[in-house]
């Protein structure tokens, strides 16, 4: 890295804190005299300057490219955890850049085994630039692939794209296309289908279905939960059948219900064994002012211990977790906790993807849940993913030659 260059990354980083600063003071919940504004811009001029300097030292430690052309699988770790992020690619969470995945790695001072985008109906295409920068870069690519139609707002209930008419086979010429395109770029990929189905928040919830209305005379099975594996199920088969065996699939639930009753719980979802490789779930703590604080142990324990008993064997991944920057929280703190419970507290998470974004709320004030909201939150989200047990690295296994 020249040093235009490090001067530039440093002046980015130092804007991007002081930017994330000035919706808190508008809250009137923070506010700072000219002297503690000065020291803190001064903090974190001097922090990114140890930044720059430990990337340049970290890019040099990397390994080799892989070779293009190598036909691998990538293996769960044993011991330690992937790290990963989603690094705010635009609107459509589809706007995947080298140069973003790059900065963010020099601010953290760690290569991101995973980087998370999103696939959604409504753009009717297969990402393979995206997904051939994310690979190139030696990094994993998780695909939020997901059956939305524009414009992408949540709480509005099914559209064009609803279970139903996947099931019916409406769609089933876009998916044979995206199978197509996945297969053509024949890398290891993860795909999450309809994520986060337990929440209302999104069209493809249970909720829309028939909810909580018995399927069978035990009343063991409920209608909203029995269409979305119906759909799930329909997804990955014609998937398969195209030949993308390079897709791994992840069954992504949030940690939490909503509504919170049996019906709607992660386990009814689920669309079996031979339909997952991955167990996902989402963690965040409080995203606007009005939520109360979270600690980890309180948003994880139960959840993970849910998901644990949903199936045996796969390996749990945090698909994404972050939290806001909202005096007097306790962000840094929050980090800190979740990288170190993460790899410590839950045996089976083998890799946990930040979700680095902020955006504003109608009320004015922003949710800045991005690692560098503060000097504190960088620091602690560094510090905490500089252990060995969290893999910058992706572990590889030759496929045989077919």
Known sequence: MTVAETTKERSSAVGEAVAASKPMKQTGIVRH????????????VILLTLIAVSSACHQQSKSEKLDPAASVEVVVPERGAYTGAFIDFGEAEEDV????????????????????????WGEQDFPS??????????????????????????NTGPDR????????GTWDKYIDD???????????????????????????SGAYYGGNRPVNEQKSKWQGPETFKAAYRHVVDRVRARGASNIKWMFHTN???????????????????????????????????EEAWADIPSLVDWPY??????????????????????????????????????????PRIK?????????????GYYSNLRVNSSVESLQAYREGVANPDWLANLLLRPLPKK
């Not at 794209?161 to 019916?168: R, W």
């Not at 994520?195 to 493809?204: L, Q």
């Open 255 to 289: 940690n939490y219900s909503s509504p919170l009753d049996t019906w709607n719980f992660a386990p009814a979802y689920y669309p079996g064994p031979d339909y997952a490789d991955w167990l996902g779930l989402s963690v965040y703590g409080q995203q606007y002012k």
């Open 33 to 44: 005299n000219h002297f503690a504004r000065t020291m803190q811009s001064l903090r974190t």
């Open 161 to 168: 794209f609803n279970l139903n008419s996947i099931i019916a």
């Open 351 to 363: 890799a946990a993807v930040y979700w680095h974004e902020r955006w504003q709320n109608e009320e």
């Open 178 to 204: 995206w199978a197509n395109a996945a297969k053509a770029f024949g890398k290891p990929m993860i795909v999450v289908f309809a994520n986060e189905m337990n929440g209302d928040w999104f069209p493809w």
């Open 305 to 346: 211990k849910e998901m644990s008993g949903v199936d045996p064997n796969k390996p749990i991944m945090i698909a994404e977790w972050g939290t806001g920057e909202f005096p007097p929280g306790k962000k840094a703190e929050w980090i800190k906790q979740g990288l170190d419970l993460f790899r410590s507290r839950y």
């Open 97 to 120: 850049t080298l140069e973003g995945i790059e900065e963010f790695e020099t601010m953290v001072g760690k290569h991101q085994a995973i980087i998370a985008s999103s696939s959604y």
């Open 129 to 154: 630039k995206n997904l051939n920068v994310i690979w190139q870069h030696r990094s994993l690519p998780l695909v939020f692939w997901s059956p939305w139609d524009r414009p992408y707002e949540q």
